[in-house]
């Protein structure tokens, strides 16, 4: 056997092997990010065709070279103006965000302050940027103050305006869907002049009045939102919101924005679409979260006491042992429900769990069903 057969055998040992699953509409989908089900959206697909008609199926070049059409700005625009900030610029990916703009925020001899189960890419982006990265606790600002309060000198976070660091969290856990304190954080922020990066990516579409998100209207200028296109938003992209100046600092810095083909305009146009519905239908909002309060009432009351139950979307029923994680996923799929297995390295080892989401358009009818599939696992 040669290298990557070895490699896979011992995966498969552990239980950790990794296989793609196609996913039909026939399914019952409790595992999908599209919270407000707008990738269905006739209106986001007619907004897509008709960027395709205008501009074609390919941007062409990255947005510095020819790939900026029109629809990039006015999805900017619209996107700044939810989040009430200067400015906002888009990205491929929230991958790509992560990639990009942490990198530009801290470098060499800063220190970055970074959740314990921060997403990868927010992970890949402290390794890009070369800075000291320090890990905290889940959500515990105790540490983080005492973290904060010893941190080494930083020379160059000096010269970028910010003696106390960077703080990196996601807004909404994706994979325990808990939430960050978000003002006690900004408050130590203020304390120990430090930024504080927020991944939206669960949180846009889904919080605010008008799904601007976790954070305020207005951010204060020591917190930078990134959030995404491609899950509440049911297209693709991402975004950073702030000041003018720092699109203009990310648009020159990013190099996961000035060297890469820019989003095709067909993502560009739903997208614009979306952030019209997001802001325009709060009764989707509404919808969605009265299905994590059904949810929430059978799950909440499970022996397997969920990790964080109902703050949010995402659900965590924890089970443990990664092959057994997988085994009762299968079974439920094959009974026509989709919840998928979550298991190291995407959460600590011994942590594998069932990761639910619940969307706006589950009917009683669905939750009811999914009810019953867990129950008939004995999860509930
Ligand atoms: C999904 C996700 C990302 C990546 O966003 P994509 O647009 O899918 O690349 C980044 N951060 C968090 C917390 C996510 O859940």
Redesign the pocket.
């Known amino acids: 056997m040669g290298f990557f057969d070895d490699e896979i055998a011992a995966l498969k040992k552990q239980g950790l092997f990794r296989s793609l699953r196609v996913v039909d509409a026939s399914v019952l989908n409790f595992c999908s990010?599209d919270y407000l089900g707008l990738s269905n959206d006739p209106r986001l697909k007619d907004a897509a065709k008709a960027a395709v008609d205008r501009y074609g199926t390919g941007s062409g070049a990255a947005r510095l070279i020819s790939g900026n059409n029109p629809l990039c700005d006015e999805l900017e625009k619209a996107l700044a103006d939810l989040k009430g900030t200067e400015a906002a610029l888009s990205f491929?990916?929230?991958?790509?965000?992560?990639i990009g703009a942490i990198p530009t925020l801290a470098g060499e001899g800063d220190v970055i302050f970074s959740d314990e189960l921060?997403?990868?890419?927010?992970i890949d982006g402290c390794r890009l940027s070369k800075a000291k990265t320090v890990v905290y606790r889940h959500h515990d600002l105790n540490q983080l103050e005492d973290l904060l309060r010893h941190r080494p000198q930083t020379p160059s976070l000096l010269r970028r305006g910010l003696g106390g660091g960077l703080i990196i969290t996601?807004?909404?856990?994706?994979m325990e869907g808990d939430v960050c304190p978000l003002n006690d954080l900004l408050a130590l922020a203020n304390k120990y002049d430090a930024r504080v990066y927020l991944?939206e990516?669960?949180a846009v579409g889904v919080f605010g009045k008008d799904g601007e998100g976790l954070a305020p209207k207005n951010p204060p200028d020591n917190l930078i939102c990134?959030g995404?296109?491609?899950?509440a938003f049911g297209s693709?992209?991402?975004f950073i919101a702030g000041s003018r100046s720092l699109k203009d600092y990310l648009i020159n810095k990013a190099r996961s924005f000035i060297f890469t083909t820019s989003l095709p305009p067909a993502a560009v146009g739903a997208s614009l679409a979306a952030v019209g519905i997001v802001r325009g239908e709060p009764e989707r909002r509404k919808q969605l979260w009265k299905n994590v309060e059904m949810v929430r009432d059978f799950v909440g009351a499970c022996g397997h006491t969920p990790l964080h139950g109902g703050s949010s979307p995402i659900f965590s029923l924890p089970i443990g042992d990664a092959r057994k994680t997988m085994e009762i996923s299968q079974r439920l799929f094959d009974q026509g429900i989709f919840v998928q297995g979550i298991r190291p390295p995407t959460v600590p080892e011994g942590t594998s769990r069932l990761r639910l989401t619940v969307s706006a358009t589950h009917t009683p009818e669905q939750v009811a069903e999914l009810k019953s599939r867990l129950a008939g696992e004995g999860l509930i």
Not at 92 to 98: D, K, L, T, V, W
Not at 170 to 174: I, Y
């Open positions: 990010n491929n990916s929230g991958y790509h965000a992560n921060n997403h990868a890419s927010l996601e807004a909404v856990f994706s991944d990516a669960h990134m995404t296109l491609g899950k693709y992209g991402a």
